[in-house]
């Protein structure tokens, strides 16, 4: 019997570590850094964080909840990228997906080559240098992540950087 509730403390303390790890990628940090991370890898400025484009992401997103679509906000006046999952997905891990578009991105032709590379070149745009992100889980237990940046990149026939 003492080995079991040992088993089971034991068991709760590494879930916790779990959960605890799992929302700490998600804070406003995490993202800067990331965002900041991959700037850097090319010679970019950091961002700084915006509440005011934070609470943006966040009023938006939250409003498809119940369908879990991606869907871009329109009239805004950021730039925003979105992630979805059907789990939970961390801030981080979105973020990570967007700059592993930097392999479809030729800066040579200022275009994508071979897939997607908008979400990478919105990251790495030099003018936008406020951040915002927010996380909300969907009704059916999916994740949105929203990263909106101020001001917008990705103008047709510029370069990022």
């Not at 850094?33 to 950091?46: I, Q």
């Not at 990251?123 to 101020?150: E, F, H, M, P, Q």
């Amino acid at each position: 019997m003492e080995m079991s509730k040992t088993a089971l403390a034991i068991i709760s303390l590494l879930s916790l570590a779990i959960v605890h790890h799992a929302h700490a990628q998600d804070s406003l940090q995490d993202f800067l850094k990331a965002h900041n991370t991959a700037r850097a890898t090319v010679g970019v400025g950091p961002m700084i964080w915006d509440d005011t484009v934070a609470a943006f992401a966040l009023s938006y997103i939250s409003g498809l909840t119940s369908s879990c679509i991606l869907e871009h906000s329109a009239g805004s006046s950021y730039g925003e990228n979105l992630a979805g999952g059907s789990a939970d997905l961390a801030g981080t891990a979105a973020v990570e997906m967007w700059v592993a578009e930097r392999a479809n991105y030729d800066y040579n032709s200022n275009s994508c080559v071979g897939g997607e590379c908008l979400h990478y070149t919105q990251v790495v745009w030099s003018n936008s240098v406020r951040l915002g992100c927010a996380k909300v889980t969907c009704d059916n237990g999916g994740t949105i992540i929203s990263c909106n940046y101020d001001p917008p990149g990705n103008y047709n026939d510029e370069r990022p950087y």
